[in-house]
């Protein structure tokens, strides 16, 4: 219930792409801790980064895969 079933499903879909890239997701800003740790579970060495948006709160996030 923490909201991130569909953004968790989908990277599930990307790790079993086996494919190298970036990936920008749009966020609500509440998910700012639990999902960059989902993402270092899934992909170790994936660079994961937070953005703020124009009001100052983080809005999304860049993973380098």
């Not at 966020?27 to 999902?35: G, R, Y």
Request: charged letters at 30%.
């Amino acid at each position: 219930a923490d909201g991130l079933d569909l953004i968790k499903n989908l990277l599930q879909r990307i790790k079993s792409l086996n494919i190298k890239g970036t990936v920008l997701l749009e966020i609500d800003p509440s998910q700012k801790t639990k999902l960059p740790k989902f993402i270092k579970k899934l992909f170790p060495r994936a660079i994961v980064e937070t953005k703020k948006d124009l009001a100052g709160l983080f809005r999304m996030v860049k993973i380098k895969i």
